[in-house]
Nanobody, 115 residues
Framework: QVQLVESGGGLVQAGGSLRLSCKAS????????LGWYRQAPGKERQLVAR???????NYADSVKGRFTISRDNARNTVYLQMNSLKPEDTGIYYC?????????WGQGTQVTVSS
């Protein structure tokens, strides 16, 4: 059974940075698209960053130019580097495939950006 464990969240002031990690229990070397999702308070979960098998990246307009998604196949880990954080980036961040599989959702990691 695939397990995804997110980490790296925390409380940070606006303008700060965080790097999130998502460790998979299986190899991600041949995985198709992987993504980071955010669920802001009172809102639905949305895809904010996507990394295709071939290395192409896509970002939601709200994070473009500030967030970077990457992967380390040797460590079965996907990362999300978040810079110039804004209060509206607050939420729980999850990783999953794109499209996501319900069974892959982990606990997520909380990111709180104070103004």
């Amino acid at each position: 059974q695939v397990q995804l464990v997110e980490s790296g969240g925390g409380l940070v002031q606006a303008g700060g940075s965080l790097r999130l990690s998502c460790k998979a229990s299986v190899s991600i070397r041949s995985a198709n698209a992987l993504g980071w999702y955010r669920q802001a308070p009172g809102k639905e979960r949305q895809l904010v960053a996507r990394l295709s098998f071939g290395g192409r990246t896509n970002y939601a307009d709200s994070v473009k130019g500030r967030f970077t998604i990457s992967r380390d196949n040797a460590r079965n880990t996907v990362y999300l580097q978040m810079n110039s954080l804004k209060p509206e980036d607050t939420g729980i961040y999850y990783c999953n495939s794109d499209p996501p599989y319900d069974l892959y959702w982990g606990q997520g990691t909380q990111v709180t950006v104070s103004s």
